[in-house]
């Protein structure tokens, strides 16, 4: 089997990977400014799709540009949330109808400071070529046999095996094996030649989930009876349901805006995906979802109240106006609940209490927080998998010490090697 890594090697972001140059394994893009797309051209026969963030299906509509039509296998939550972000990208950036070149290989049309890799057109092209599969049902993909588990990275995310025949690979793409509120860990460990896994947090071990969430609903209960607000920033996709999930059995009150509202309300579709339906359903219940106005925005911030709400690093949606309104105030929190990224204004944030925020720098003097309720496996869980295959060559990708830590694989005797983009690998 013949792997190329187009993207996400000794990286987080853009990730995708061609099979026998015949299938392809997700198609990300890479945030930034401008973003980054993977390299090369791909004409894979088929797609195969590990979940629902930017990072893995940013860039999948060009795929579909010219006269491609490669099928795309995914589960039903990823192929929703894919069209949600394609949608988003659109409208973020600008880009309609057919007249920009998609993909790789042609002229990217650009839309503001930013490049979009496709258009309208192949957004809707999408919905044609589209094939969904549940977890543990195998398919035919390219020639290859692909089946589908439970990653327990956020709904529909999936690990993926691809057999051709002779070698099976295993692609673990992001997962997590501690179980959330929202989904249950990842479990299964099928018979692989090859596994490519990923690293994100290789060096970091994750506080246990329960203590983490204690103290973020002390913090929040402590700030509001004191009169103050709590800004929640959180990720759309997973991180928002999760904090509603938190909120909601703690008994806590709050709103919800930006694009989390939107996919909670389509996670409900797919009750199989979740690990308790029923929590999600009086999560969404207990959340008050808020319509959009800034005038709205604005007096819910001054309501003594908890309010989660994209972006979850500061980068834009309504907590530009959320931490704006709160932020003079001391008694007030802003309360992070994932990993910000170096330069980001959450980071900034975090590092020196202020922040560039719509345009403006702006000092903070409310309390600011940040809180693990990440979604991805830690060292231990990495190498809990990875136990499971010291007989396999693995090749570590999507994480920023992907060659230390499969260095660090190797002194513990498995065949472990961290691929470069643009590296092709035989196994």
Not at 118 to 131: A, G, I, L, N, P
Not at 268 to 290: C, G, H, I, M
Not at 303 to 317: C, D, H, P
Request: glycine residues 10%; aromatic residues 6%; charged residues 25%.
């Amino acid at each position: 089997m013949d792997i190329r890594f187009l993207g996400g090697a000794r990286e987080v972001g853009r990730s995708a990977i061609l099979v026998n140059d015949r299938l392809l394994l997700d198609y990300g893009m890479l945030t930034g400014n401008p973003p980054q797309f993977p390299v090369g051209a791909p004409d894979p026969e088929a797609v195969v799709v590990s979940h629902g963030h930017l990072d893995h299906v940013g860039s999948i509509p060009a795929l579909l540009s010219g006269d491609r039509r490669p099928p795309i296998h995914w589960t039903p939550p990823t192929r929703e949330l894919a069209l949600t972000l394609a949608r988003d990208t659109l409208k973020l950036h600008g880009v309609s109808g057919s007249g920009a070149a998609g993909g790789s290989r042609g002229r990217r049309r650009r839309g503001g400071s930013y490049n979009c890799p496709f258009t309208e057109t192949e957004v809707k092209r999408v919905t044609q070529v589209s094939e969904t599969h549940g977890y543990r049902e195998t398919f035919e993909a390219a020639g290859h046999e692909v089946t589908f588990y439970n990653a327990g990275h956020i709904p529909g995310s999936a690990h993926v095996l691809v057999d051709d025949g002779e070698t099976r690979l295993f692609y673990t793409a992001d997962f997590h094996t501690d179980d959330q509120r929202l989904v249950s860990a990842s479990a299964a460990r099928p018979d692989a030649d090859a596994v490519i896994c990923e690293s994100t947090y290789s060096d970091v071990e994750h506080d246990p989930r329960r203590r983490i969430e204690r103290r973020f609903v002390e913090s929040v209960e402590t700030t509001v009876w004191d009169g103050g607000t709590v800004v929640v920033p959180a990720f759309a996709i997973g991180r928002t349901q999760e904090m509603l999930l938190v909120c909601e059995a703690n008994d806590i009150d709050c709103y919800v805006d930006g694009m989390g509202k939107r996919v909670t309300r389509m996670l409900r579709q797919y009750p199989e995906f979740v690990r308790d339906a029923e929590a999600l359903r009086r999560a969404k219940s207990n959340a008050r979802f808020v319509t959009g106005r800034d005038g709205q925005r604005r007096r819910i911030a001054a309501q003594n109240t908890v309010i989660v709400t994209t972006s979850g690093m500061l980068s834009g949606g309504p907590a530009m106006t959320y931490v704006p309104a709160i932020r003079s105030n001391p008694t007030n929190k802003v309360a992070l609940t994932g990993y910000q990224v170096e330069g980001t204004p959450g980071r900034e944030l975090l590092e020196s209490g202020r922040a560039e925020l719509d345009g403006r720098v702006m000092p903070v003097s409310a309390q600011v927080e940040w809180y693990d309720f990440s979604a991805h496996a830690d060292r231990g869980g990495l190498l809990s998998l990875l136990d499971s295959y010291r007989g396999s060559r693995v090749l570590v990708n999507h994480g920023d010490r992907c060659a230390a830590f499969a260095e660090e694989l190797r002194a513990d005797g498995f065949d472990a090697s961290a691929p470069d983009i643009g590296d092709a690998v035989t196994v």
